[in-house]
């Protein structure tokens, strides 16, 4: 199977720099590496044609218009059986397209996913994010784990669509705020066969600092009400986890301050939830400051989430204000 690798880029040449290098290195050859340069003021077409003797790259410059109309514009260029979806932050294990070569070939698949993991090489930051986006306490496991909560929808940091998905369903409709599930859930609406390779792991550095990981997570719980607006059915349960915790988060707080008897209830939650993590997360990371971090990232990841969601439910699904 021949592959074309599909790049949105914005102001990261470094990023890709990193992510290119990792491909040259795959044990698998039949594949093609497109990068679209989505308006950057700092390009990376220097280090993008560095690679020309390496990879079979193509680079495009196109004006800003979204990492998900970018996709599409390389979608319209490719030339490959199978179109493979990558975040610019992700660094690619060299057997990853061997692995979704073989699957794919012993129980097809229109489209996949694949999940995210930490490198040895992150910092202790970029673990504990990691450990916040991937964690069944977090996330309920619908971003990558075998058994997650609902039917699976793969992210665009790592998926993977054939040639027949993007010719019967076309590209994304819209360019950002939960692109990929909109797609995913279209895509699993015309009956082609969607699922997990979990054995097709990428490692996803995400955002390096608290103050831009809580902004990327605010704006991922606005986003899943834009999903809402176009799939009312697909506003599960779990979606709204997030903003209950942040809410009895601010009920736990304003019945401390107040000395509610309800207060010591309130406490024993937090404490036990508190404990859950971070004794989960350093059995994952076998770090007791990686655990710390892995509480802090958590807590903002639901903070941030939470606050997001309610604000667009408040202001798109109660006062409907679009």
């Known amino acids: 199977m021949y592959f074309s690798i599909i790049i949105p880029l914005y102001n ?8 290119l290098e ?24 220097e280090i993008v044609h560095s690679f020309a003797d390496k990879l079979d790259v193509k680079y495009f410059v196109k004006e800003n218009a979204g990492q998900g109309f970018a996709r599409n514009f390389a979608f319209e260029r490719a030339k490959g059986d ?29 489209a996949y996913g694949g999940p995210d993991a930490a490198h040895p090489s992150f910092t202790p930051i970029q673990k504990a994010i990691s450990y916040a986006m991937t964690s069944p306490f977090t996330t309920g496991g619908i971003r990558g784990m075998k058994k997650g909560i609902g039917q699976f929808h793969p992210r665009s940091f790592n998926m993977g ?26 895509i699993h609406s015309m009956g082609f066969k969607i ?21 990327q997570l605010h704006f991922f719980g606005r986003a899943r009400i834009n999903v809402y607006k176009f799939f009312p059915n697909e506003l ?15 009920f736990t707080i304003v019945s401390n301050i107040f000395q509610w008897r309800i207060a010591w209830l309130c406490n024993f939650i937090l404490a036990f939830i508190i404990l859950l993590i971070f004794f989960h997360a350093w059995s994952k990371n076998k770090s007791a400051k990686i655990a710390f971090l892995s509480l802090i990232a958590s807590f903002i990841q639901l903070i941030a989430y939470g606050l997001g969601f309610m604000q667009d439910f408040w202001k798109r699904v109660i006062l409907k204000i679009s």
């Open 12 to 19: 990261h040449p470094q990023e890709i720099k990193e992510l």
């Open 22 to 45: 990792t491909l040259v290195l795959q044990t698998y050859k039949q594949f093609e590496v497109l990068v679209i340069e989505d308006g950057s003021v700092d390009d990376a077409s």
């Open 82 to 110: 199978y179109f493979i979806i990558f975040d610019s932050d992700c660094l690619i294990p060299e057997d990853y397209l061997q692995i979704v070569n073989d699957s794919l070939a012993r129980n097809y698949l229109d």
């Open 161 to 186: 669509i054939s040639r027949q998905v993007w010719e019967k369903a076309g590209g994304f409709i819209i360019t950002r705020l939960c692109e990929d599930i909109e797609y995913s859930i279209r």
């Open 195 to 215: 699922g997990l390779i979990p054995e097709a792991k990428v490692y996803h550095k995400r955002r390096t600092d608290f103050y831009r990981f809580y902004k």
């Open 236 to 250: 599960k349960l779990v979606h709204f986890f997030p903003a209950v915790f942040t809410l009895s988060l601010l």
